[in-house]
């Protein structure tokens, strides 16, 4: 069972939240072209490892949440709010992988 | 060596030990007339193919780990054809009637058993749908039934029929429909391919795929360059990635499926039941164990092992409709991952790089679909284009807005 850290409600279950998609990708301007919608639905890193996510505290504070978790051992290395810039740790040179 | 009934009683005499091996274990050539990716149910079942019906002999299945290793050994051995747009319903139809006649085909006994699949209905608007879906197979000459309740009740008598939130107002049934047993599918694809002269290449993983002048020209493996003519993937929940080595970016995620098996037990369900308002369904081997499934985990996956809310929630829904299994303990259950596409519906096409072709997104219905699939595959490579069966299964119809989305979800692949 993922334990995933709500910014606001503190740890939880994960069976208090909903998944809710890649949270890499961002909608793009209303005026965008079509080739950047496209990739804005269709188009998915799909990592196996580190993936930048959106849960949803949909039985808690009903917030939407930013969760770094790994696809591959299920770690979850952060959270944060939706505006929060999280980095992947293989990103940030660190020692995890 | 032919499979028979006298080659059982003449091995017997000589107590079964001259069995001859069912594949060779061969080494790489250095080049092929087509390689494909991957040696699950589908990568072994377009060799077959490609060496049956087309005659191309001089192929080699490459695989990472051991055939049938992946998901045609991880999944609930269901076959069926119920699918209502008319891209799926000829399709899956066409894998039925390979499906009927494979065991003498590929002279193996993969103890084929069309005990029929019935889906449940609660409501009105289920019960509409539900016939809607089935006059739209019957149209397109595939086999659907209406059951009443009172049939039901005949055929399936452990059913909580007076389910409070989920009353059950019939089913539809598919006779054809049933189960066959998945390592014995993988392994006779395997034996009548290798018979024909393809070399299957376990503990053969795939580095890179070489791309020169816009066309694919061979594979970069653990064992070294093998050349060819034609590359091909089938590689299930890892398409991302083996297509991410030809610079494919595909509307493709992976997740984990589970499924359960439960200890044996005496008969109790002579067919296959789907409780789809509970995420639930449910058959039972011929050792007697209980094997059943649901939905996905839910979120993006390589794990190959589920988490314990999604199995509560699949004993839940079994619990909810079958509450006579509640004191039968689980034996194993495991997972899988999915390639899951953003309708729902597979590929099966060329990709745009010349001598490349795609086999992947089976979301959940893998499994099923693997000798249609397979054949319609080999078509693909062995053409250059596709047969009419697999036209809609490309990889532009999400650009061209043709998406075949069965369940009308939204582009959202963890909940096709």
């Known amino acids: 069972m993922h334990q995933i850290d709500c910014p606001w409600c503190g740890t939880r279950d994960e069976a208090e939240f909903q998944y809710q998609g890649d949270a890499t990708v961002q909608r793009p301007k209303p005026d965008a072209d079509e080739e950047t919608f496209f990739r804005y639905v269709y188009a998915r890193e799909n990592p196996k490892g580190w993936h930048v996510e959106w849960w949803h505290h949909v039985a808690g504070c009903r917030q939407w949440i930013k969760v770094v978790r790994n696809t591959l051992t299920h770690e979850i290395d952060s959270t944060g709010g939706p505006q929060s810039k999280l980095t992947k740790p293989d990103e940030k040179g660190g020692t995890k992988s | ?416």
Request: charged share 20%; hydrophobic share 40%; glycine share 14%.
């Open chain 2, 1 to 416: 060596m032919h499979y028979s009934a006298l080659s059982v009683f003449l091995q017997g005499l000589k107590g079964h030990k001259g069995w001859p091996r069912m594949w060779r274990d061969p080494q790489p050539k250095s080049h092929y007339d087509v390689i494909i990716i991957g040696g699950g149910g589908h990568g072994l079942a377009t060799a077959y193919y490609l060496a049956k019906e087309h005659g191309i002999t001089n192929v080699a299945v490459v695989e990472k780990g051991w055939i049938g290793g992946g998901n045609v050994g991880r999944n609930t051995t269901i076959f069926r054809s119920n699918y209502m747009f008319p891209a799926n319903t000829h399709f899956y139809e066409k894998g039925m009637k390979l499906w009927e006649g494979l065991e003498r085909d590929f002279n193996f006994n993969a103890m084929i058993s069309q005990r029929g699949v019935i889906n449940l209905f609660h409501s009105d608007p289920q019960r509409d749908a539900f016939a809607r879906r089935g006059n739209a197979m019957r149209l397109a000459g595939v086999d659907a039934e209406f059951l009443s309740p009172a049939q039901l009740k005949d055929m399936v008598p452990i059913l909580d029929f007076e389910n409070a939130r989920f009353p059950i107002q019939g089913g539809l049934m598919q006779r054809r429909g049933g189960t066959i047993r998945h390592d014995a599918v993988a392994w006779g694809y395997a034996r009548g391919a290798d018979s024909r002269g393809v070399d299957i290449l376990q503990n053969c993983e795939v580095k890179d795929i070489i791309i020169e002048g816009g066309a694919a020209v061979g594979i970069e493996t653990s064992k070294g360059t093998i050349r060819a003519n034609k590359v091909a993937m089938a590689v299930a929940g890892h398409t991302t990635h083996v297509a991410k080595m030809a610079g494919l970016e595909l509307p493709v995620e992976s997740h984990v499926l589970q499924a359960f098996v439960s200890e044996g037990i005496k008969p109790l369900i002579d067919t296959v039941v789907t409780f789809g308002a509970g995420h639930f369904y449910i058959s039972q081997s011929d050792k007697g164990g209980l094997v059943f499934g649901g939905d996905l985990d839910g979120y993006n996956s390589y794990a190959q092992r589920g988490n314990l809310p999604m199995m509560e929630h699949v004993m839940a829904g079994g619990m909810a409709i079958m509450p006579a299994i509640g004191r039968v303990r689980l034996l194993r259950h495991w997972g899988g991952i999915m390639d899951m596409s953003f309708d729902g519906s597979p590929f099966i096409c060329k990709t745009g790089i010349e001598k490349l072709y795609l086999n992947g997104g089976w979301c959940y219905g893998g499994f099923k679909a693997t000798p249609a699939s397979g054949w319609c595959f080999a078509h693909t490579i062995a053409k250059d284009e596709p047969h009419k069966l697999n036209e809609k299964f490309t990889i532009e119809r999400f650009r061209e807005g043709r998406m075949i989305d069965e369940k009308g979800v939204g582009p959202n692949p963890w909940i096709q």
